[in-house]
Nanobody
Framework: QVQLVESGGGLVQAGGSLRLSCAASGRTFSSVAVGWFRQAPGKEREFVAAISWSATNTAYADSVKGRFTISRDNAKNTVYLQMNSLKPEDTAVYYC????????????????????WGQGTQVTVSS
């Protein structure tokens, strides 16, 4: 079992930055791949970024490449999503998700491959 808690969301103006955190508990975090997903009102949940448990591989949605950075600190059982140059279209509830038992370099984008989810944190970007 893995429990995930997101934090760091809020209201920011376009062009600003936020850093989201995903704190995990319940098992050895260093063997867990983590992804960030988001869901805007009236839209389906979509992939944002992912990081392998070894931190050697990362993946990003095209819409956030060059603006968002995913990282992790296994000693703190935490994954971060640094979001820069935010746009109004980034407004959504952001969720982190965990996949247990992945290979050392797996950083997949399919939400169906993640078995554990946090409750989400709201990010609102004003124009």
């Amino acid at each position: 079992q893995v429990q995930l808690v997101e934090s760091g969301g809020g209201l920011v103006q376009a062009g600003g930055s936020l850093r989201l955190s995903c704190a995990a508990s319940g098992r050895t975090f260093s063997s867990v791949a983590v992804g960030w997903f988001r869901q805007a009102p009236g839209k389906e949940r979509e992939f944002v970024a992912a990081i392998s448990w070894s931190a050697t591989n990362t993946a990003y949605a095209d819409s956030v490449k060059g603006r968002f950075t995913i990282s992790r600190d296994n000693a703190k059982n935490t994954v971060y999503l640094q979001m820069n140059s935010l746009k109004p279209e980034d407004t959504a509830v952001y969720y982190c998700a965990a996949r247990v038992g992945s290979t050392w370099n797996w950083s997949g984008s399919s939400q169906y491959l993640y078995g554990y989810w946090g409750q989400g944190t709201q990010v609102t970007v004003s124009s």
